[in-house]
């Protein structure tokens, strides 16, 4: 369900793709973790004006998902 690393992901596009993939977590609590966790981090950049910053969290996050995902299958 991950997209594409490279792939430039609009903020709003990631905000959304991270919750989806929330619901792959096996339990309700970690899901409800995650998606507390997200919203954060979406809240916290918010105000960030850098594109190149931003694809750079883009990316990371994307990794972070992958691996929290693969992590608990």
Request: glycine share 2%; with cysteine.
């Amino acid at each position: 369900m991950l997209p594409l690393v490279g792939a430039e992901l609009k903020p709003v596009q990631l905000y959304r793709h991270l919750l989806r993939c929330c619901r792959q977590l096996p339990t309700e609590a970690m899901q409800k973790h995650y998606r507390h966790a997200i919203r954060q981090g979406y809240t916290s950049h918010a105000d960030e004006d850098d594109q190149e910053r931003v694809q750079m969290i883009v990316q990371r996050a994307v990794v972070d998902a992958d691996w929290i995902l693969t992590k608990n299958k």
